[in-house]
Every structure is written in structure tokens, then in C-alpha cells.
């Protein structure tokens, strides 16, 4: 949706990768020589960088002392996970992250591997989950290891305890799992704490992926998957993917154009009549986002696929999708720009395409919760501007549901966003809206940019229940 540390390149010969810069605390590296031994709390307190959100609610454990690290000759390894040390990252500095799992180097198996011989998955503690990766032994500072306490094999709670310990600062971190019951959380964490595709291409550009998406055994841990960027099949070899892509006719995806204009086109797609393509869309959507309520039963889905199109068809580069039920509140239930496609104003675009379509509806919207980290830094600032520019013309007094017919905005989310803005307060057994000009102009400055703009009259659509009263088919 908005803007986040990646790694992108085009698969166009000639054209550099820019390397993420992480963004968040952390100790210069010099190569992890003859540094000071620093303590580590084991439950150290969340960062306002890199993971974004509201930081932690933590399920009421209490902190743990601080665990200094051991000397460098009582290290053992390969190390074990849950052990916390000192790696250094892409920016060539040295943040302190926790090892969540080990593989034997390429060449190497479990029986034969010898104790360096070993690559670590890590997550670094003041970033969120998408920029954890797997590292030599090389990046980390043996003499900052902190190991993990060993597993007492006749507790049957030390394994879960363990797991507490491993994915507690994500929880911290606030990446859109707020309102998650702990021991699913927990699960979701476990099932999901490695990447399994190190990289995509994805039409003319290569991405590298965020996250941990449910392919099929055969596609999971692989260097690089390719997707044809038509029907979004995909392949473990680039020779494949050209194959397939001299066969293929339709060049856009599997469903109705319902807007054109200035090069930008979005298509309206049934999951239950291009089932395929939907499924092919939320594999390779998970792999950008940590989203527990991701479904893959896409029959209940409607998917508003967005392409940048030319001569050569509609290359996609984002989504969102919504429940095909007209009685349902959630105008909106995942969406995303790919990496490739970000700081263009598209995810703004997509949030403001989903209230264009719920003023046709006549039925305020709002997301599905829980929102992602960026998802709700995205909203939050959305709902701000739209709100900011009407109450800035606008003469004399407005209520919330006057706001609320114009915008298609829900009552609750208005409130909430005039509440951050500090601009409403309840006299009277009513809320008032208090803003001066100032203010408002303030406030719009730290909203950031309009993004890309949608044209409400290139829009051709209707409500699906209208579709369905003059027996409409895609």
C-alpha cells in the first residue's frame, strides 16, 4: 500500500537493484571485532521503526532480566534457535536479532554438516518480520551470542514457552495481529517464520518476497519463483515461464474492465468463475503480506485487479479484494501494491477506487480488521485528507453522518480520525467539530500527497445486487 524497505530490480538487463536501507536502532558494525559486550533484555521494548503499528499490549508477561552474553570460547555451534546475537545487516551495520531456524550450507546435509558449516534465519528485533533473511555465519558477532535456554524434553510447556520467546517481539512490533487470540498467533508465527521463496520475477521486474505463502510443496524453497504476469501461473524455471507465455491469449486478467484512463485500467474478477487465477493472486499476494485473514476459498471473493497497460497488454501491479456478499459492512478485505510498483500512488489509489465504488453502492465501507501496520498508517492518512479537504471549504457546521453520505466513510472511522486529529470533542450529548484554518492546513501537510487520482466517471459498474436483479454475466 505504502511504501516499504525492499529490494526491486527490473529483469531488464542494464537496470540497477536498490538495496533496502532499514530504518530503526542499532550498533555500528566494524566487522564484530573488539566491541563492548552489551546486555540484551530478553523482551526488549518495541521500536517505532521498521515494524510501524501501536506498539505492544505484550499479554501481560513481565519483562526479563537482562542476559549478558557469553564469553566468545563458550560459544557452541552451530547455534541453537532462540539464541539472540548481534548480525550484521544488508546497510553493513549491526542490529541485535534472534535466531529463528538453521540450514546446513549449500552442499552440506544435517548428518555432515560441520559446526560452521551452517546458515541462520534471523529476525531482527527492531525491524518487522519482512525483513527478516537468512545469513552466514560470516554477519554474525560471536561475541555478543546469548543462547537459548535448552528445552527440558519432560515439561510439556517448554516448547511452547520457547515459542513465546522467539515471536514475542513481533507481537510487540504491532504488525496487524492485534486482535488475534495468543495461541493462534503463536501457531501463525510457527507456521509461517521462514520465507519459502527467496525472490520473484514478475514481468519485467524482480522482487524479493517478505514473507511466508502457503504454495504448493513442490514451489516451496526455491532461490526464485517466476509468474507469468497475465494469469499469474507459475514456474520454478524462466524457461518454463517463456513457454507458457508464447501460449497464452489473454493478455489481462480473467474478468470485466470496469475503468480506463491515463494508462491505468482496472478489472473487476469473480473468484468463482476464474478460480484459478484467484488462488495463483493470493499466493503470490501472501508472499508480500503477513496476513493471518488471508483466504484462499476465493468463491466468496470479488478481486479488483489494477494494471498499468500499453501495447503489450495489462501488467498488474496491485489489488484488492472485497466479499461478494451485499449484505457485508467491509468495503474492502486485503489489498497491495507490489514492491516494484510503490511510491506511485497506487495503494492510494486502490483505497480511494474501493469508496468510489461503495458511492455507487449507496452503503458506507471500511476495511476488514485487523489492518496491517502499513494498511493502517495508509487509512489513517487517507481518511485524514478526504476529511481535511471538505471540512476546509465547507461553510457552516457539518455533522459526522453528513461526512459520512459524502464520503461513504463509516461513522466509527470518522470519528476515530477526527479524534487523532485532535479536531472533535462531545458537548451536549453530540459531537462537535472544532478546527481552525491553520490547523486543518497543519494537518493536511502531514498527510502526504493525494497519490494517483481515479476518475469516478471512467468508472463502468453496478452493484452486484443490481447485476444480479437484470441477470448480469461476466
Not at 248 to 258: K, S
Not at 335 to 346: C, E, M, N, V, W
Request: aromatic share 10%.
Amino acid at each position: 500500500m505504502s511504501s516499504r524497505p525492499s529490494r526491486t530490480k527490473s529483469a531488464t538487463p542494464g537496470l540497477q537493484e536498490t538495496p533496502a536501507v532499514p530504518v530503526g536502532p542499532g550498533k555500528g558494525g566494524n566487522g564484530g571485532k573488539g566491541k563492548e559486550n552489551v546486555g540484551i533484555r530478553g523482551d526488549s521494548a518495541p521500536s517505532h521503526h521498521g515494524g510501524g503499528g501501536h506498539g505492544g499490549h505484550g499479554h501481560g508477561r513481565a519483562a526479563e532480566p537482562v542476559r549478558l552474553p557469553v564469553p566468545r570460547s563458550e560459544v557452541v555451534l552451530p547455534l541453537e534457535p532462540a539464541s539472540l546475537v548481534e548480525s550484521r545487516y544488508r546497510d553493513g551495520k549491526y542490529y541485535v536479532a534472534r535466531v529463528i531456524d538453521r540450514r546446513p550450507i549449500e552442499g552440506k546435509t544435517v548428518n555432515d554438516a560441520g559446526p560452521e558449516e551452517w546458515d541462520y534465519y534471523v529476525h531482527y528485533r527492531s525491524f518487522n518480520r519482512r525483513m527478516d533473511e537468512w545469513v552466514e555465519l560470516d554477519n554474525l558477532n560471536l561475541d555478543t551470542v546469548v543462547p537459548s535456554d535448552p528445552i527440558d524434553p519432560n515439561d510439556p510447556k517448554a516448547k511452547k514457552r520457547r515459542m513465546e520467546e522467539m515471536y514475542a517481539q513481533s507481537e510487540e512490533e504491532g504488525e496487524g495481529h492485534e486482535d488475534f487470540d495468543h495461541d493462534e498467533l503463536l501457531d501463525h508465527a510457527e507456521f509461517t517464520k521462514v520465507k519459502n521463496i527467496d525472490r520473484i520475477e514478475l514481468g519485467r521486474f524482480e522482487m524479493e518476497t517478505w514473507y511466508f505463502s502457503p504454495l504448493p510443496d513442490e514451489y516451496s524453497n526455491l532461490k526464485k519463483l517466476y509468474f507469468c504476469e497475465y494469469d499469474l501461473a507459475f514456474f520454478k524455471r524462466r524457461e518454463e515461464m517463456v513457454r507458457h507465455l508464447k501460449k497464452v491469449r489473454l493478455l489481462h486478467p480473467p474478468g470485466v474492465e470496469i475503468y480506463r484512463h491515463n494508462g491505468i485500467s482496472m478489472f473487476e474478477v469473480d473468484g468463482r468463475k476464474a478460480k484459478t487465477y484467484c488462488q495463483n493472486l493470493c499466493y503470490l499476494a501472501k508472499l508480500f503480506l503477513d496476513h493471518k485473514t488471508l483466504r484462499y476459498d476465493v468463491d466468496l471473493f470479488l478481486f479488483y485487479v489494477m494494471c498499468e497497460y500499453d501495447e503489450r497488454g495489462a501488467h498488474i501491479v496491485g489489488y484488492f479484494s472485497k466479499e461478494n456478499d451485499v449484505f457485508a459492512g467491509c468495503n474492502l478485505a486485503c489489498i497491495l501494491t507490489f514492491p516494484a510498483y510503490q511510491r506511485k500512488g497506487y495503494g492510494k489509489f486502490l483505497i480511494s477506487f474501493s469508496y468510489e465504488l461503495s458511492k455507487l453502492e449507496g452503503k458506507p465501507g471500511t476495511p476488514e480488521r485487523p489492518l496491517s501496520d502499513l494498511g493502517a498508517r495508509s487509512y489513517r492518512a487517507y481518511w485524514a485528507r478526504v476529511l481535511l479537504n471538505i471540512i476546509k471549504v465547507h461553510e457552516g457546521p457539518i455533522s459526522i453522518k453528513e461526512l459520512s453520505d459524502m464520503t461513504m466513510f463509516q461513522l466509527n472511522d470518522i470519528t476515530s480520525t477526527l479524534e487523532g486529529l485532535k479536531m472533535i470533542q462531545y458537548q451536549k450529548g453530540q459531537h462537535v467539530i472544532c478546527a481552525a484554518p491553520d490547523v486543518i492546513e497543519m494537518h493536511l501537510k502531514n498527510c502526504g500527497s493525494e497519490g494517483y487520482p481515479v476518475n469516478p466517471a471512467k468508472i463502468v459498474w453496478s452493484p452486484i445486487s443490481v447485476q444480479k436483479e437484470i441477470g448480469f454475466k461476466a
